[in-house]
């Protein structure tokens, strides 16, 4: 079945440095996407959502990148902070779909 | 406060016993997702319902079971069909389907020995 991926599963950044992570995804009838933040022992939490009709959407130190034509999703975020270390995932939903399917994650560890 | 929650954080169960995991949401949110989450791994959605008494399988369904009598909860049974039980279960919850995201429980973590 269709799918969505990552292609690095772990990252390692200097404090301060921006950092990108990214997602391919396969299904091209998704449209909503959506990125979240996971710390170890938690539940995800939202960070950024962006739909099919635009390729950039900005948030706080965050931004997302769609590139429908290669199915490619990224999150660049700015001047990261050792409280950014986490695991970051990926999500996809077609919007006539009910469900939400996940990548695999990319740990993200920021070094002080 | 609005959200979700689960209930225990930590269980721990005997091979061959049911056990079932609480999720209750006061967001009033339509949706409802159960995944799971092995050690390094991404989520993989077990079961979800987007309506009072209507549920769905998701990609590994066996072993599991839900119910959805009332909007607000949605009670996962792992029962001891579920040949690797042990895991990491979070629960969603969501609007209903379209642009909206998924808020998540703290999640539970299910040990069996």
């Known amino acids: 079945g269709e799918s969505v991926g990552l292609h690095l599963p772990t990252l390692s950044v200097q404090e301060g440095d921006n950092s990108i992570i990214n997602c391919a995804y396969s299904n091209s009838a998704s449209d909503y996407f959506i990125w979240y933040k996971q710390e170890s022992g938690k539940g995800p939490q939202f960070i950024i959502d962006i739909r099919s009709n635009m390729d950039k959407r900005q948030g706080q130190r965050v931004t997302v990148l769609l590139n429908k034509t290669v199915k490619h999703l990224s999150l660049q975020i700015a001047a990261t902070q050792p409280g950014d270390s986490a695991v970051y995932f990926c999500?996809?939903?077609?919007?006539?779909?009910?469900?939400?399917?996940f990548g695999a994650g990319t740990r993200l560890t920021v070094k002080p | 406060d609005g959200g979700i929650t689960q209930s225990p954080k930590y269980l721990f169960r005997k091979e061959g016993q049911n056990v079932t995991l609480s999720c209750e949401q006061n967001l009033n949110h339509d949706a409802m997702y159960w995944y799971r989450q092995d050690p390094g791994q991404g989520l993989r959605l077990i079961y979800y319902s987007q309506i009072v008494n209507d549920f769905q399988k998701g990609d590994i369904a066996e072993g599991y079971s839900v119910s959805r009598e009332k909007k607000e909860s949605f009670p996962l049974t792992v029962t001891s069909a579920q040949k690797n039980p042990t895991a990491f279960y979070l629960c969603a919850s969501r609007l209903s389907s379209g642009y909206y995201e998924q808020y998540f429980g703290p999640g539970t973590r299910l040990t069996v020995t």
């Open positions: 999500a996809e939903n077609p919007v006539m779909g009910n469900d939400m399917r």
